[in-house]
């Protein structure tokens, strides 16, 4: 844990308020749900929360058995990070930042999918160019977007079509009907 330098008071509500540069670099919103955890030492550490993170071993196993099926690699998301990948290397995926632009497809709550001879990328994560999206379905809970079904475009991998797309879909509904559960 590091220290900001940026001190806050609790008002008479017991509120206190996040600085919005904090906000801004942790992608926290109006209305993201925060998870309070508390140790011996009498911190209070603030955590998003993650719903579909709390999938995780489902999530996985769901990412192995879509990318057997489709020859492609999958990676789960939430609205922030990879939870769960299959069929690309796990250390290159596991818990990093989704890029803006896949942020901007879950926001929509629109399928993209990336069609021959396109031009345009989906880059998956921030900063990192070498894995493309070739389909990627937001998962939709209770009408909110809470993450992604993606599957990841490859040069050794063909292209994504009909199929790839409702597999994607089919995994993003029933992760998101998990969740209503």
């Known amino acids: 844990m590091k220290a900001t ?5 609790i008002d008479d509500l017991g509120r206190v308020v996040i600085p919005k540069e904090i906000r801004r670099t942790m992608r926290i ?22 719903p579909i993170g709390e999938l995780g071993e489902f999530a996985s ?23 769960a990948i299959y ?9 990093k930042r989704i890029s803006s632009e896949l942020e901007k497809i879950m926001d929509e709550k629109s399928t993209f999918i990336m069609k021959m001879g396109d031009t345009k990328t989906m880059p998956v994560m921030e900063g ?4 493309v999206a070739g389909v990627v379905a937001p998962i939709i809970s209770e009408g909110s977007a809470i993450g992604s079904v993606i599957m990841v475009k490859g040069e050794e991998h063909g292209n994504m079509g009909e199929v790839e797309t409702k597999l994607a879909q089919s995994a993003a509904g029933v992760l998101g009907k998990q969740m209503e559960e």
Do not use: Q, W
């Not at 330098?5 to 008071?9: A, H, K, M, P, Y």
């Open 5 to 9: 330098g940026i001190v806050r008071r």
């Open 29 to 50: 919103r109006e209305g993201d749900p925060l998870e309070i955890f508390t140790n011996r030492e009498g911190e209070v550490i603030f955590k998003k929360y993650s």
């Open 61 to 83: 196993h769901y990412a192995e058995t879509l990318s057997k099926t489709s020859g492609h690699p999958v990676c789960i998301t939430d609205k922030d990070s990879i939870v």
């Open 87 to 95: 069929g690309a290397p796990k250390k290159e995926f596991m818990e």
């Open 128 to 131: 990192a160019d070498k894995y």
